[in-house]
């Protein structure tokens, strides 16, 4: 009970609602969640996109702008960086990559299976293969032992065969 009365404080108090940002001139691309969810009090929200610029973009502002009480409220972010590389953060594509493939599978559950979604979740899971069996044990599909090559009769819930768990 004490969970429930918990979540319902938290909800009754947003501290920022209709979010929007301002990515500040860095040319973004598949950021999740696809919109941003209000924030309350206790909570945080993470976003994870890709960016392409053809240089590092350095002193970047980011403004994040939203209501508070009824009232616009904007928070300004300076002196950011856009780095084309940087290896210090290079959990980063994994992390897009889990996010990519939770979508891509939501929009399967939600749209019905279509071969464009299934060829991209193939495609970044062979590219983070490293990351497959993490990836997999979020959706829930069973471990089959040590697999080197696709192996008929594996299935991610909704996409059918034809995906090996790569441990």
């Given at each position: 009970m004490y969970g429930v009365s918990n979540?319902?404080?938290?909800?009754n108090y947003?501290?920022?609602?209709?979010l929007q940002i301002d990515m500040g001139g860095a040319k973004t691309d598949l950021i999740y969640p696809r919109s941003i969810p209000d924030v309350?009090?206790?909570s945080q929200v993470t976003l994870i996109g890709r960016y392409s610029n053809a240089a590092s973009l350095d002193a970047i502002s980011l403004r994040l702008t939203g209501k508070s009480s009824g009232q616009s409220r904007s928070f300004t972010y300076?002196?950011?960086?856009f780095p084309l590389r940087a290896?210090?953060?290079?959990?980063?594509?994994?992390?897009w990559a889990t996010r990519r493939v939770g979508w891509l599978m939501e929009q399967v559950r939600t749209n019905g299976e279509q071969k464009e979604l299934r060829d991209e979740i193939d495609l970044i899971l062979a590219r983070n293969r490293n990351?497959?069996?993490?990836?997999?044990d979020q959706y829930g599909v069973p471990r089959?032992?040590?697999?080197?090559?696709?192996?008929?009769?594996?299935?991610?819930?909704g996409l059918g065969a034809a995906h090996t768990r790569v441990e």
């Open positions: 979540f319902f404080t938290k909800v947003p501290v920022l609602t209709d309350f009090r206790g300076d002196k950011l960086s290896e210090a953060n290079d959990y980063l594509p994994r992390l990351e497959v069996t993490k990836i997999l089959v032992g040590n697999v080197e090559e696709k192996v008929p009769g594996i299935a991610v819930p």
